[in-house]
């Protein structure tokens, strides 16, 4: 049972910055992969970057560039470091925790963490 918990949105400006952090109550000891997805009001649910236990990564082509997903395992946290945002970066923004597919890492749908741990989301807002 994993219980995840974002935090680090807000409000900022275009072209600023916002540093989103997930802590987890504990990993599996199996290989498994962390997410941040993102809905804004009126659009699907999307996903935004994900990375694999042993540290692969992949990114949402928008973002690419601008974002960085990192974790530290040491203290059971993922992050996402957001550069020159942009008001369409605006979203609720959700970090999630699963069991890691092929698809998660080439194609980042919506559901491909739908049977894992999520958090209740974290608020970026940016003008």
């Known amino acids: 049972h994993v219980q995840l918990v974002e935090s680090g949105g807000g409000s900022v400006q275009a072209g600023g910055s916002l540093r989103l952090s997930c802590e987890a109550s504990?990993?599996?000891?199996?290989?498994?992969?962390m997410a941040w997805f993102r809905q804004a009001p009126g659009k699907e649910r999307e996903g935004v970057a994900s990375i694999e236990s042993e540290g692969a990564i992949n990114y949402r082509d928008s973002v690419k560039g601008r974002f960085i997903i990192s974790k530290d395992a040491s203290k059971n946290t993922l992050y996402l470091q957001m550069t020159s945002l942009m008001p369409e970066n605006s979203a609720m923004y959700y970090c999630?925790?699963?069991?890691?597919?092929?698809?998660?890492?080439?194609?980042?749908?919506?559901?491909?963490?739908?049977?894992?741990?999520w958090g209740q989301g974290t608020q970026v807002t940016v003008s």
């Open positions: 999630a925790l699963g069991w890691c597919s092929r698809d998660l890492m080439v194609r980042l749908p919506a559901s491909a963490l739908d049977g894992g741990y």
């Open positions: 504990a990993y599996t000891d199996e290989v498994y992969c």
